[in-house]
């Protein structure tokens, strides 16, 4: 893979947080940004040189975005299948490969997916009808959580099934096709973030350890309180999806830590993601400088962690906070610019940087 030099241009489907920040991370080394989103004023296209607001099924829209930049890389999973195959027919590289994005999109193909390569996960069936549900229930026994294959993010559209006889109900919410997965009773939530590069060379930050709140990450915390042979494990489990589709850019794995240690794989999100953004002031390169890296075919950066942190998302009016956060020396802060602080809407960050823990 030729390395692209500053002054490239990198297409980025999707006008989000991530966007942005990726954005940022791309502007620092010296290269432009084009933006493709459906979302008119958004966060990404604010700090982009260019945008394109346009529908993802658009076919000229998306003929002149890939005449117009040197790589695509995607900010969210659920880009239409038909958006990166229009884009690679149009001649221009997609990195990740749309194959993982794809897998990423139906939480069925990803955990059987993941299970073919060896990488466990919790139990699961996938739930075409009534019937199916009730007897997955009696297989996979309750409680389990109904989940949409498709389209379900920070913790929409699950429903907790506490006992059988609240499957018709959960059906109900969720239909189908959905994905029924037994409950695991979880010692804490843990995230790898690793990445490939285009000469195939792999770097991994440390695991982190994360904290949801109504299926929303709420807190993330590095280092993470494992055991060296859960984080070889999850590496293990990166390097094998890395490999498998022979990757570019940033991977990460969220997985569950069951009390008998055992790993279980949550979900697969081949992008930067929101457990990583500690790197940004914590580790020697950030994850969307070392996705762009990847994606421009430049050698990854160096992944150790700085200093130990936290990072703590600022969910829909928490952000308001702003001016006490601002003045508060030991919080980094990062708003995304969103106008509307919508409930449950993920508004900024702060990360907690605890200099001089690593020494003590
Ligand atoms: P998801 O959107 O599938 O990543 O789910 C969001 C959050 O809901 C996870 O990070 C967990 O905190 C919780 N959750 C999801 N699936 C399960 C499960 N099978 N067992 C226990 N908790 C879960």
């Given at each position: 893979?030729?390395?692209?030099?500053?002054?490239?241009?990198?297409?980025?489907?999707?006008?989000?947080?991530?966007?942005?920040?990726?954005?940022?991370?791309?502007?620092?080394?010296?290269?432009?940004?084009?933006?493709?989103?459906?979302?008119?004023?958004?966060?990404?296209?604010?700090?982009?040189?260019?945008?394109?607001?346009?529908?993802?099924?658009?076919?000229?829209?998306?003929?002149?975005?890939?005449?117009?930049?040197?790589?695509?890389?995607?900010?969210?999973?659920?880009?239409?299948?038909?958006?990166?195959?229009?884009?690679?027919?149009?001649?221009?590289?997609?990195r990740p490969d749309?194959?993982a994005?794809?897998?990423?999109?139906?939480?069925?193909?990803?955990?059987?997916?993941?299970?073919?390569?060896?990488?466990?996960?919790?139990?699961?069936?996938?739930?075409?009808?009534?019937?199916?549900?009730?007897?997955?229930?009696?297989?996979?026994?309750?409680?389990?959580?109904?989940?949409?294959?498709?389209?379900?993010?920070?913790?929409?559209?699950?429903?907790?099934?506490?006992?059988?006889?609240?499957?018709?109900?959960?059906?109900?919410?969720?239909?189908?096709?959905?994905?029924?997965?037994?409950?695991?009773?979880?010692?804490?939530?843990?995230?790898?973030?690793?990445?490939?590069?285009?000469?195939?060379?792999?770097?991994?930050?440390?695991?982190?350890?994360?904290?949801?709140?109504?299926?929303?990450?709420?807190?993330?915390?590095?280092?993470?309180?494992?055991?060296?042979?859960?984080?070889?494990?999850?590496?293990?489990?990166?390097?094998?999806?890395?490999?498998?589709f022979?990757y570019v850019g940033?991977l990460?794995?969220?997985?569950?830590?069951?009390?008998?240690?055992?790993?279980?794989?949550?979900?697969?999100?081949p992008?930067?993601?929101?457990?990583?953004?500690?790197?940004?002031?914590?580790?020697?390169?950030?994850?969307?400088?070392?996705?762009?890296?990847?994606?421009?075919?430049?050698?990854?950066?160096?992944?150790?962690?700085?200093?130990?942190?936290?990072?703590?998302?600022?969910?829909?009016?928490?952000?308001?906070?702003?001016?006490?956060?601002?003045?508060?020396?030991?919080?980094?802060?990062?708003?995304?610019?969103?106008?509307?602080?919508?409930?449950?809407?993920?508004?900024?960050?702060?990360?907690?940087?605890?200099?001089?823990?690593?020494?003590?």
């Open positions: 893979m030729t390395a692209l030099a500053p002054g490239a241009t990198i297409g980025i489907l999707g006008g989000g947080q991530l966007g942005r920040m990726l954005a940022m991370a791309a502007a620092r080394l010296g290269f432009d940004v084009h933006i493709y989103t459906d979302e008119t004023d958004s966060p990404a296209a604010r700090v982009a040189a260019r945008a394109t607001i346009a529908a993802y099924n658009d076919a000229a829209a998306l003929c002149a975005f890939a005449r117009a930049v040197s790589v695509v890389t995607a900010e969210f999973e659920n880009v239409p299948a038909a958006t990166a195959a229009a884009l690679a027919e149009a001649g221009v590289d997609v749309a194959r994005l794809a897998i990423a999109q139906d939480r069925f193909e990803e955990k059987t997916f993941l299970n073919a390569l060896g990488i466990a996960s919790p139990p699961f069936a996938a739930i075409d009808s009534e019937a199916d549900l009730a007897a997955a229930i009696t297989r996979i026994g309750a409680p389990a959580i109904l989940k949409t294959r498709r389209l379900g993010y920070d913790g929409r559209g699950q429903v907790r099934i506490a006992a059988a006889a609240d499957a018709p109900g959960a059906y109900t919410r969720i239909g189908a096709p959905a994905i029924l997965e037994g409950f695991c009773a979880f010692e804490r939530e843990i995230s790898i973030i690793a990445a490939r590069g285009g000469d195939g060379a792999i770097a991994y930050f440390e695991v982190c350890e994360n904290e949801h709140s109504g299926g929303i990450l709420t807190r993330t915390r590095i280092p993470a309180r494992v055991a060296p042979s859960v984080e070889a494990q999850a590496r293990g489990a990166a390097q094998a999806v890395l490999e498998h022979d940033v990460t794995i969220e997985f569950f830590l069951m009390p008998d240690g055992a790993l279980l794989a949550n979900e697969m999100a992008r930067v993601h929101n457990s990583g953004h500690w790197t940004i002031e914590a580790a020697l390169t950030s994850q969307f400088e070392q996705h762009i890296r990847a994606i421009v075919g430049w050698p990854l950066g160096p992944t150790e962690h700085v200093c130990d942190a936290e990072m703590i998302n600022l969910i829909g009016e928490e952000a308001g906070d702003w001016a006490r956060l601002a003045a508060d020396p030991s919080a980094r802060l990062h708003l995304y610019g969103k106008r509307d602080a919508r409930t449950g809407r993920k508004m900024g960050h702060v990360t907690r940087l605890r200099l001089g823990d690593r020494d003590a």
